[in-house]
């Protein structure tokens, strides 16, 4: 138990300052073109399911999903969370819902690597992605999806732990994820950014060549 503790210490740092950061700040986004839609609909669908009161919920009436309610499970249960539909909790909620992500990327560098600040380089630069991150408080559809589909794949795929047989791999680190990346296109255009980093990073324990590397993420 000391030893799962001890190779997660950067993982722990960086949910620490995560959450500083989402407390600190829920309050501050201004509201975008179409999350109150969601919002909307979510509600529409608790609604629905609870008293079968809401008409036209399974007909889809515009050529565009617009008007579609019935698959808006996120937004039904931010609803049963926020029942005042106060717009900075729902920017709490979002903010929230997007830590697993980081967590389940760096327990997949971390079984890819072995190394802890190595995987750590993950999470930290997807996070200073501005074209993720800003999207998080203010985006329920990309990043609970990408948030979701991340989640459901690391279950139906098993890490691969690092062995003498196995040795870490950047390049198998780079693409377990960028195979998830075409769930969420738009907030995770930027990926070679940070995989980059750490694949160079990394490079120079696994004996690999690190312009190889570099290469690979650009």
């Not at 050529?63 to 900075?88: S, T």
């Not at 989640?151 to 047989?165: D, E, G, I």
Request: with cysteine.
């Amino acid at each position: 138990m000391p030893e799962f503790f001890h190779r997660r210490f950067p993982l722990f740092l960086f949910i620490l300052l995560y959450l500083c950061w989402a407390f600190a700040t829920f309050m501050d986004f201004g509201a975008t073109f179409d999350e109150s839609s969601v919002y909307v609909r979510g509600l529409a669908l608790g609604h629905q399911l609870i008293h079968d009161d809401v008409p036209g919920i399974l007909v889809k009436s515009v050529p565009d999903d617009g008007l579609v309610i019935y698959d808006h499970l996120y937004g039904m249960v931010l609803g049963f969370l926020n029942p005042n539909g106060n717009l900075d909790f729902y920017h709490l909620l979002n903010l929230l819902v997007a830590l697993p992500l980081f967590i389940v990327l760096f327990e997949m560098l971390l079984a890819s690597t072995g190394n802890p600040w190595a995987a750590a380089l993950g999470p930290v630069f997807l996070f200073l992605t501005p074209r993720f991150t800003g999207d998080i408080p203010g985006n329920p559809k990309h990043i609970p999806f990408a948030t979701a589909y991340f989640l459901a794949w690391r279950v139906f795929t098993p890490f691969y732990p690092a062995s003498p047989q196995r040795p870490p791999s950047p390049r198998r680190s780079f693409w377990d994820f960028f195979s998830a990346s075409p769930n969420a296109p738009a907030p995770l255009v930027f990926p070679s950014t940070w995989s980059s980093c750490s694949m160079t990073f990394t490079s120079f324990t696994t004996g690999e060549n690190p312009l190889e590397n570099i290469g690979l993420g650009i």
